[in-house]
């Protein structure tokens, strides 16, 4: 079994899939893109600013599902230009400085929206 987790504090999927799913003992979190769910729009600023949005979307959507970013235990990410790779480590480093997951890191020719990066994780849930 397996059940859908939605929240208001991260973008509203755009097709038909959903922002995670919780299953058992985990949480595979759909990829986020730097989108503002105030707005529905990208953030500006460039590598920086969309991947810490990115990364308030996870935290926003593993929170609904009971855990956070300190049990994520992989993340898989894609990026448009990989000289903006040193840019992205700062900023992921920044949520990830304790306890860092397990990591895939793709180039990619385009993202939806112009987006530089989107960013999907899997974590463990926390039982409660």
Wanted: glycine share 10%; with cysteine; proline share 5%.
């Amino acid at each position: 079994m397996h059940e859908a987790v939605r929240t208001d504090n991260a973008p509203q999927p755009v097709g038909p899939y959903s922002q995670g799913i919780m299953t058992n003992d985990l949480v595979f979190i759909s990829g986020q893109l730097g989108i503002d769910p105030k707005t529905g729009g990208l953030v500006e600023g460039g590598m920086r600013s969309e991947t810490e949005q990115c990364l308030r979307n996870l935290e926003a959507i593993l929170t609904k599902a009971g855990t956070g970013l300190n049990r994520v235990v992989k993340t898989t990410i894609y990026i448009t230009d990989l000289s903006l790779f040193k840019e992205f480590n700062e900023a992921y480093s920044t949520f990830f400085s304790m306890r860092k997951p397990a990591r895939s890191t793709v180039g990619v020719s385009s993202l939806p929206l112009g987006a530089k990066v989107e960013i999907e994780a899997i974590a463990i849930r926390t039982r409660g």
